[in-house]
């Protein structure tokens, strides 16, 4: 009896406050204008929170729009009722990712029993998908919203924009006036002293995947400028077909849907580039190359480095295998038929094999990953993507490379490698797999990025100074987690927070990149950031594609049954498995146990 009215009591207490708060902003002014004797443009200090937009007057007011945000007040930082409510179930970002990272019993039950999966795999689209602007607001030229964003698909996109002109620092209001010096920042922070090993035992065949997977959609115009894009929004398998309707026609067998394949010491390879009309591969013109070294790929980039030339030689004898697949089940379909088919199966693989192996690994998550896009079917899920240019820039993931690799008894240093698929063929594709499969990438840390590539590295850095990338703790907070309070609180290291306070002055000055690498170890490949910011745009990349979506995602799609089939069963090691000569051995993204 006693515990019934307790009860009552606090039912009743509760909607008391509930309405009490309610009331508190319904009659809130419209304006929320605040004055300020600032000499600058307020908007500079990023005073809107939680996504609340800023807009200053000449008389250095400003104002924060927080409709649509769940939070209201002048810099809406005060949470509506609702918000409260959502934050107090909803688990801590930081908290969460340990939990998920965690061998713990939950995750067992989880991942066998199937409507729980269905319903944790829900969960993690839905909450990544919800992330990602989508339409999309931002592009690299305005730091405000503008109609091009959406419509001039030349753009990449943009999470946050641009920091404003003439704003007193380089980052807004914080830190150094002038950034560091770029060599000086290469030198301290990023430059390898003594190749660190990733400590999950990840291998050369995710480091290549990882390139040969995000080169299909970051393909930034450099004839342009760094904001624009040559490529697509999303998964489009231009990395193994060709972005333009030329390249793909030219790469093309035109019989049997299949693409165009040589025999070399019995095996099937890419077709010679000689032997291939009106395309052009990235092959520079100072190196001299013979023509029987020159490979016609679907990614111009891609015969430059051998484990990608490996991985396209995979995928095209996977493309010429589904299209045998399919043509005994449809032996009427003509060429573009079974082409055009079997590329849709070979997205869907793409996709499963990057959701269920790569993001899997890379994630370390102990709940497993499934490919299921129907479970947002009949949801607010949006099926509409596009690349983000601080994808592209966060994606620069040199520190996985080694210094060089072995293969049999011979060891090939990076520059070896470059420019040539001699070395595939010295010891054979199997053979070249075998030691990608054995060999340890790097860690993704700061003081590990390989010196050959520095260059590179350098280059991006201008490239996110002229785009005007808010720093780490502005994405931080776009991506719900706490900006960090101090250096210590980002790196975790002493040395290190010596050095990043004596370059940038404060940790909100701290550049994205700098940022997400120099952030202390969390239980993934990546520091946590790279992991809570990279998740919402590759989930939503991966889920958004238009085979997910609840027209496309039936058999029919795919050529019946047997094609949804090889969708649904896809997996790294199948597709080495079924399209290696020898027998496949420890293929996955870690080397095999045993390995020093
Ligand atoms: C809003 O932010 C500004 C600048 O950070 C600060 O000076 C001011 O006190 C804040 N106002 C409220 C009501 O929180
Ligand atoms: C997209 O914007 C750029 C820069 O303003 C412009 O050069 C280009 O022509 C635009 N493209 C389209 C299709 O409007
Ligand atoms: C890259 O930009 C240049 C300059 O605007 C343009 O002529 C070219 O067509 C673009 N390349 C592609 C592949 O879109």
Excluded at 32 to 59: E, H, I, K, W
Excluded at 98 to 117: A, P, R, Y
Excluded at 212 to 234: A, E, I, S, V, W
Excluded at 235 to 257: C, F, K, P, W
Aim: proline fraction near 6%; charged fraction near 20%.
């Amino acid at each position: 009896m006693q515990a019934m009215s307790d009860r009552r009591r606090a039912i009743g207490f509760i909607a008391v406050v509930a309405v009490v708060w309610s009331l508190s902003f319904s009659g809130k002014p419209q304006n929320n204008r605040v004055a300020t004797t600032l000499d600058y443009d307020p908007c500079c200090g990023y005073p809107c929170g939680n996504q609340g937009v800023c807009m200053s007057f000449p008389d250095r007011s400003y104002e924060c729009d927080c409709t649509n945000t769940g939070h209201y007040g002048a810099n809406c930082s005060k949470a509506e009722f609702m918000t409260t409510v959502v934050k107090l179930i909803k688990p801590d970002p930081e908290y969460l990712h340990i939990l998920l990272t965690s061998d713990l019993w939950v995750w067992k039950i989880i991942n066998n029993i199937g409507f729980l999966q269905d319903a944790a795999m829900k969960y993690i689209f839905l909450s990544r998908g919800d992330q990602v602007d989508s339409p999309v607001r931002f592009e690299s030229d305005h730091s405000y919203i503008t109609l091009d964003a959406y419509y001039n698909e030349t753009y990449y996109a943009r999470t946050l924009p641009p920091i404003p002109e003439h704003c007193p620092t380089p980052m807004g209001v914080k830190g150094v006036k002038e950034l560091p010096n770029l060599d000086l920042l290469m030198k301290k922070v990023f430059a390898r002293k003594e190749f660190i090993p990733d400590p999950h035992d990840t291998n050369l065949l995710f480091q290549y995947y990882a390139q040969h997977f995000t080169h299909q959609f970051f393909r930034t115009n450099y004839t342009m400028c760094p904001q624009f894009t040559k490529g697509n929004g999303g998964v489009d398998v231009s990395n193994i077909y060709g972005l333009t309707e030329q390249h793909r026609r030219a790469i093309r067998m035109n019989s049997d849907g299949k693409l165009k394949y040589q025999v070399i010491n019995d095996e099937h390879y890419p077709p010679y580039l000689r032997d291939v009309q009106g395309i052009e591969m990235d092959y520079p013109p100072h190196i001299p190359i013979t023509e029987d070294n020159k490979f016609a790929l679907g990614h111009p980039f891609f015969a430059l480095l051998p484990g990608l030339f490996v991985f396209s030689t995979i995928w095209m004898r996977e493309h010429n295998r589904v299209c045998d697949v399919l043509k005994n089940q449809h032996p009427d379909w003509d060429d573009e038929r079974l082409y055009q088919t079997a590329k849709l199966i070979i997205t869907g693989e793409v996709i499963k094999i990057t959701i269920e192996d790569y993001v899997q690994h890379l994630s370390q998550y102990k709940v497993d990953l499934k490919f299921k896009p129907q479970v947002v079917h009949g949801t607010r899920f949006q099926f509409d993507n596009r690349i983000n240019a601080e994808f592209n820039h966060l994606y620069h993931w040199h520190p996985l490379i080694p210094d060089g690799i072995q293969v049999e008894d011979k060891y090939y240093s990076l520059m070896d490698m470059a420019f040539s698929t001699k070395s595939v063929f010295t010891h054979g594709l199997d053979k070249f797999i075998e030691s990608m499969a054995t060999s340890r990438a790097g860690k993704l840390s700061h003081s590990n990025h390989p010196l050959v590539t520095l260059p590179v590295l350098k280059k991006m850095m201008e490239n996110g100074r002229k785009l005007r990338y808010q720093g780490i703790n502005e994405y931080r907070k776009r991506f719900a987690l706490k900006p960090f309070k101090d250096f210590m609180d980002l790196t975790g290291d002493e040395a290190l927070a010596k050095d990043l306070q004596e370059l940038y002055g404060h940790v909100d000055a701290v550049e994205f990149y700098v940022g997400l690498l120099t952030e202390k170890d969390s239980p993934s490949l990546t520091p946590l950031t790279m992991v809570n910011v990279g998740g919402p745009w590759s989930v939503k990349g991966l889920i958004a594609n238009p085979i997910c979506s609840p027209h496309w995602w039936k058999p029919s799609t795919f050529g019946g049954d047997v094609g949804f089939d090889i969708v649904n069963s896809a997996s790294l090691e199948k597709l080495f498995c079924n399209n290696m000569k020898s027998k496949c051995k420890n293929i996955a993204f870690k080397v095999p146990r045993g390995t020093p």
